[in-house]
Antibody, heavy 123, light 110 residues
Framework: EVQLVESGGGLVKSGGSLRLSCAAS????????MSWVRQAPGKGLEWVGR??????????EYAGSVKGRFTFSRDDSKHMVYLQMNSLKREDTAVYYC??????????????WGQGTMVTVSS | QSALTQPPSVSGSPGQSVTISCTGT?????????VSWYQQPPGTAPKLMIY???NRPSGVPDRFSGSKSGNTASLTISGLQAEDEADYYC??????????FGGGTKLTVL
């Protein structure tokens, strides 16, 4: 069974930085594309971005709302993906979910989700 | 990229059917058959229910079905059960190689 576990959330001041981590198990991690999705309190889901597998180029794509401030990276040896968040704004306050993109059989769906980690940005 | 449009809420009685719509544009919902649906009960993470418009992952009951016409996708839940009460989100891959979600629909089982 594939499992994703996020960590690193917390309280940070506006303009500050935070790094989230996501640990994956039960999957050949080097083959998978990963994505982050966030959910502000009481609001809907918002796609944040994705990182491809290294064999597919390892490239990243970001939502316009975070481009230039957020950076994804991955360490396949540790089965980890990271989300570095800089220049945080109050509107970045949300639960951040790490998700696995579905692979060859369903390459455009998020088929496994972590439990989420809360990020709160104060003024 | 603007969010896809979903009704804020729908409701139905046990045993009935409900349909949730998801309207986008020719650059997302209408561009590809790459729409997926997610179920999120209160306080939990979302769960994939439908992918590529009509496909169900293993373990998802066949009471859940998806369809698409033009720029609007739909999720139908037949034989409604109390455990189906949750928020439902659609998502689409876009022509800009990004993803976009709908605003979410709260399903109430009366």
């Amino acid at each position: 069974e594939v499992q994703l576990v996020e960590s690193g959330g917390g309280l940070v001041k506006s303009g500050g930085s935070l790094r989230l981590s996501c640990a994956a198990s039960g999957v050949t991690f080097s083959d998978v594309w990963m994505s982050w999705v966030r959910q502000a309190p009481g609001k809907g889901l918002e796609w944040v971005g994705r990182i491809k597998s290294k064999k597919d180029g390892g490239t990243t794509e970001y939502a316009g709302s975070v481009k230039g401030r957020f950076t994804f990276s991955r360490d396949d040896s540790k089965h980890m993906v990271y989300l570095q968040m800089n220049s945080l704004k109050r509107e970045d306050t949300a639960v951040y979910y790490c998700t696995k993109i579905g692979g060859p059989t369903r390459p455009f769906a998020f088929d496994v989700w972590g439990q989420g980690t809360m990020v709160t940005v104060s003024s | 990229q603007s969010a896809l449009t979903q009704p804020p809420s729908v409701s139905g009685s046990p045993g009935q059917s409900v349909t949730i719509s998801c309207t986008g544009t020719s650059s997302d919902v209408g561009y590809f058959n790459r729409v997926s649906w997610y179920q999120q009960p209160p306080g939990t993470a979302p769960k994939l229910m439908i992918y590529e418009v009509t496909n169900r992952p293993s373990g998802v009951p066949d009471r859940f079905s998806g369809s698409k016409s033009g720029n609007t996708a739909s999720l139908t839940i037949s034989g409604l059960q109390a455990e189906d009460e949750a928020d439902y989100y659609c998502s689409s891959y876009t022509s800009s190689t990004t993803w976009v979600f709908g605003g979410g629909t709260k399903l109430t089982v009366l």
